[in-house]
């Protein structure tokens, strides 16, 4: 694929699930391997650059998030030349199925890992579980996940009930408790909203010494999509690649929250919520001068006209 960078990620919008499927399995034979994993899994690996980023994706994010309708990794292949090598479930699994860990067994057996000068696990939410989780299969690599769950397992996390109907799912054999497999990993970086009382939870249980977290407030609880919509994913993707992600760089990366709407317009509603109207104003000043916001006009035009009342 040296030479077919520009072509890279194909476009698979308008095709059916089966379709699609075929595809992205005639994709991973032609550039290193296509594996389906029981009927809710599938691995496909693109192989191209010593750096190797592993994804953990439902089929229906892919669908939701990319313009290409290709897994997240084929971008960084196409941007940075690495290799990927895409994880993906039919809706929300955690990648609880023993063919997932007989296949990560048989890639630590086969010395895969040891094949990439350098490892990136990533995913959010199940996805970030499951990322945290299976990275114990390649010691040593860097792992970034976006408001992981730490463990669906009642007795740890019984106050989790967003998802008790998925509590019969084994969590704790094999790749079970997330924050424990990421023991091995190089550095892990979690991120997500403290404001988010669940997610704020679950990162946590993910407090040690090798793992960093960042606070991402006002963001809400679909951080993947903002993330895509930011374009910030790649850059993040990157610096945890390039052990250059910490506070201040993320801090840096972050400030293009500042030109994103649905950002603005949240910080907005905590402002009026908690009666700090002052703050709302100087929020509206600032926005209606940057960028063409209605919304935000029309808060600051009633703020102005109860001051011109009292």
């Known amino acids: 694929m040296q030479d077919q960078n520009q072509d890279f990620p194909p476009n698979l919008t308008g095709l059916s699930r089966s379709e699609w499927l075929a595809a992205l399995r005639k994709i991973g034979e032609s550039n290193g391997f296509a594996e389906p ?18 994804s953990f994706e439902t089929m229906e994010g892919v669908e939701t998030l990319s313009e290409t309708r290709t897994p997240l990794g084929f971008d960084m292949v196409a941007r940075e030349g690495w290799s990927h090598l895409a994880l993906l479930s039919h809706g929300d699994t955690w990648f609880r199925d023993p063919r ?32 945290a989780a299976y990275s114990v299969a390649s010691p040593g690599a860097r792992v970034l996940v976006v408001q992981p769950q730490a463990t669906l397992d009642p007795r740890v996390t019984e106050w989790d009930d967003r998802f008790s109907h998925q509590r019969r799912r084994d969590f704790t054999t094999r790749y079970g408790y997330a924050p424990d497999m990421l023991d091995a990993a190089h550095h892990a970086h979690v991120l997500y909203d403290p404001r988010e009382r669940m997610d704020a939870m679950h990162s946590a249980l993910f407090e ?20 895509y919509e930011l374009e910030l994913l790649p850059a993040l993707l990157k610096a945890v690649a390039e052990d250059g992600l910490n506070t201040d760089s993320f801090a840096k990366l972050y400030r293009t929250r500042r030109e994103h709407p649905p950002y603005l317009r949240k910080l907005m509603q905590r402002l009026d919520a908690d009666g700090r109207t002052e703050m709302t104003r100087m929020l509206c000043q600032n926005v209606v001068a940057r960028m063409y916001a209605p919304k935000f006009r029309r808060r600051l035009a009633q703020i102005e006209a109860q001051d011109d009342q009292a």
């Open 208 to 227: 040690r010494r090798s793992i960093s977290r960042y606070r991402l407030p006002f963001m809400g609880g679909a951080l993947q999509g903002d993330l």
């Open 100 to 131: 997932v860990w007989g296949f990560f067994d048989q890639l630590l057996d086969d010395g895969f890992f040891d094949d990439f000068d350098n490892v990136v696990f990533y995913g959010a939410g199940s996805c970030g579980y499951a990322a």
């Open 37 to 54: 994993l029981g009927k809710k899994h599938a691995a496909i690996f693109v192989e191209q650059g010593d750096t190797l980023l592993v």
